[in-house]
């Protein structure tokens, strides 16, 4: 068993910053794939980011979307991800979702939500005018 907690949603306005956290426990360790996902009203959840793993020399895989604004973090001593966004749009409003795999992930896969059997409950992020 593994539980995935999620923290650092908000409202913000557009061009600003937030940091979402999600901290593992349970079967999830280090080295486990973790990933971020996102669902906007209305429609299916997308990839946002993931990493293979916290070794510093990993490259972590980005959507196109967010790309040159979030930035994808683990802090393997306290077994926790960050997402870093930056240059918040209004399109980047939806529920954010930290997922997490028991397995390995094959990197050209990291940013399949089926890859993934652990997710958060989801914070909400929400990018006004």
């Known amino acids: 068993q593994a539980q995935l907690m999620e923290s650092g949603g908000g409202s913000v306005q557009v061009g600003g910053s937030l940091r979402l956290s999600c901290t593992a426990s349970?079967?999830?360790?280090?080295?486990?794939?973790m990933a971020w996902f996102r669902q906007a009203p209305g429609k299916g959840r997308e990839p946002v980011a993931a990493?293979?793993?916290?070794?510093?020399?990993?490259?972590?895989s980005v959507a196109d979307s967010v790309k040159g604004r979030f930035t994808i973090s683990r802090d393997g001593d306290k077994n926790t991800l960050y997402l870093q966004m930056n240059t918040l749009k209004p399109e980047d409003t939806a529920v954010y979702y930290c997922?997490?795999?028991?397995?390995?992930?094959?990197?050209?896969?990291?940013?399949?939500?089926?890859?993934?059997?652990?997710w958060g409950q989801g914070v909400q992020v929400t990018v006004s005018t």
């Open positions: 997922a997490a795999s028991t397995r390995r992930v094959q990197w050209w896969r990291l940013l399949v939500a089926s890859e993934y059997n652990y």
């Open positions: 990493t293979e793993n916290d070794d510093i020399d990993s490259f972590p």
């Open positions: 349970g079967d999830i360790a280090s080295t486990s794939p």
